[in-house]
T-cell receptor
């Protein structure tokens, strides 16, 4: 079984603080996606990273793919209550095409 | 683009009945669709991978005779929960992978909340 370890599992912070979520694996991925999910809804794709060392920015969110394509991070600057949700990383295995999902990070941003 | 719909959004049924959930890619063709199950505050658990025109591939521990999957076209996959029991109550989510494009992203439907009484 190829695992994708996501941390932290839960995070509760005040509005305005910064945070980083990590996804780590011993496997190499052909690509990795980050999703955000709100209760009772399906996950929404935030970004896809493909190239080792790649950095992508989406407003206050910065995504990084490790050089070896085994790990990734999501950094949120000046978090807002609207950022509250479940964040999921998903790695697509080279040649397999199937995604492995991390366990998720439940983020709560308090006003 | 890349919108996936799911129907119904919620369903309540009696124990022993069957329930069909539809997953449609509205503005793209999906070579592959996936069915997941999710428990509260947990990540997604892959149940099966559905390829158009071929049999679904089920994950270990998922009963293929209980969770029937049909991928009739490049835009439609259905999951039928047969002889549903209370332990089948869960949030079922489908996703679709585009036939074209890079990155192998999956685009998710809004989910179906199944409650079996």
């Amino acid at each position: 079984t190829q695992l994708l370890e996501q941390s932290p599992q839960f995070l509760s912070i005040q509005e305005g603080e910064n945070l980083t979520v990590y996804c780590n694996s011993s496997s190499v991925f052909s690509s990795l996606q980050w999703y955000r999910q709100e209760p009772g809804e399906g996950p929404v794709l935030l970004v896809t990273v493909v190239t080792g060392g790649e950095v992508k920015k989406l407003k206050r969110l910065t995504f990084q793919f490790g050089d070896a394509r085994k790990d990734s991070s999501l950094h949120i600057t000046a978090a807002q209550p609207g950022d509250t949700g479940l964040y999921l990383c998903a790695g697509v295995h080279t040649n397999a095409g199937k995604s492995t999902f991390g366990d998720g990070t439940t983020l709560t941003v308090k006003p | 683009g890349a919108v996936v719909s799911q129907h119904p959004s919620w369903v309540i049924c009696k124990s022993g009945t069957s329930v069909k959930i539809e997953c449609r890619s509205l503005d793209f063709q999906a070579t592959t669709m996936f069915w997941y199950r999710q428990f509260p505050k947990q990540s997604l658990m892959l149940m099966a991978t559905s390829n158009e025109g071929s049999k679904a591939t089920y994950e270990q521990g998922v009963e293929k005779d209980k969770f029937l999957i049909n991928h009739a076209s490049l835009t439609l996959s259905t999951l039928t929960v047969t002889s549903a029991h209370p332990e089948d109550s869960s949030f079922y989510i489908c996703s679709a992978r585009r036939a074209s494009g890079s990155g192998n992203e999956q685009f998710f439907g809004p989910g179906t909340r199944l409650t079996v009484l």
